[in-house]
Structure formats: structure tokens, C-alpha cells
């Protein structure tokens, strides 16, 4: 089996900066593009930044400029650096891969469309 876990999360006052990590455990062989969405309360679910195996990366127009997305392979890992925070930036953030292919049972399995948790970011004015 694999996980996603988020961490990082919290409240900041606006101008302020975190970090979110997400950390997928288990015997992972390869993870396809790796992203971060969020969900504020009455809205949907939205992409804010993306970041392929190849290190491409993809973000929503309302961070550009001010969050940034990079990823570690050897500790499959991805992270969000938030700087600048604004109160729209509150919501609940999910990490998101959309193909983890892992070693399970003496077979390789694959999942695709996996989500973590959530952790909650607050921003306030």
C-alpha cells in the first residue's frame, strides 16, 4: 500500500510564508506528476501548481509569482513554498499524484489519481 501525507500547514497573517511537504511512503518504484489542490469552503476543488516527473511544473494564475513547486525524487516528496500569503489563499490543500506505481505482494501495482489528507492553511488579515 502507499500513503500520502501532508504536513506544514497552519496559520500565518498575511505577507507571511509556509511550507507544505507531502511525503509518499510505501516501496514506490515511480511517481508520475505530482500536485497540489486546494478547497476553500463553498468552492471547488482547484489545481494551484503541478510538477511533472521531469520537473515541468504548471500553476494556478492567482499564485504565480508567489508559490513555488519543487520535488524531491529520492525522498519522494513534493513541497509548496506559499510566500506572500493572502487570505484567499485559506483553504484545505491536497496532495494529488496521478500515477504511483509500488511494489506490493510480490507484484507492481499502480494507483492513479491518489490524494493525501488534506492539511488546512489559514490566512489571516
Known amino acids: 500500500q502507499v500513503q500520502l501525507v501532508e504536513s506544514g500547514g497552519g496559520l500565518v497573517h498575511a505577507g507571511g510564508s509556509l511550507r507544505l511537504s507531502c511525503v509518499a511512503s510505501?516501496?514506490?518504484?515511480?511517481?508520475?506528476?505530482m500536485g497540489w489542490y486546494r478547497q476553500a469552503p463553498g468552492k471547488q476543488r482547484e489545481l494551484v501548481a503541478a510538477i511533472t516527473s521531469g520537473s515541468s511544473t504548471n500553476y494556478a494564475d492567482s499564485v504565480k509569482g508567489r508559490f513555488t513547486i519543487f520535488r524531491d525524487n529520492v525522498k519522494n516528496t513534493v513541497y509548496l513554498q506559499m510566500n506572500s500569503l493572502k487570505p484567499e489563499d485559506t483553504a484545505v490543500y491536497y496532495c494529488?499524484?496521478?500515477?504511483?506505481?509500488?511494489?506490493?505482494?510480490?507484484?507492481?501495482?499502480?494507483?492513479?489519481?491518489?490524494w493525501g489528507q488534506g492539511t488546512q492553511v489559514t490566512v489571516s488579515s
Open positions: 510505501g516501496s514506490i518504484v515511480s511517481i508520475n506528476t
Open positions: 494529488n499524484v496521478d500515477r504511483i506505481r509500488y511494489y506490493s505482494g510480490g507484484i507492481y501495482r499502480y494507483e492513479n489519481d491518489y
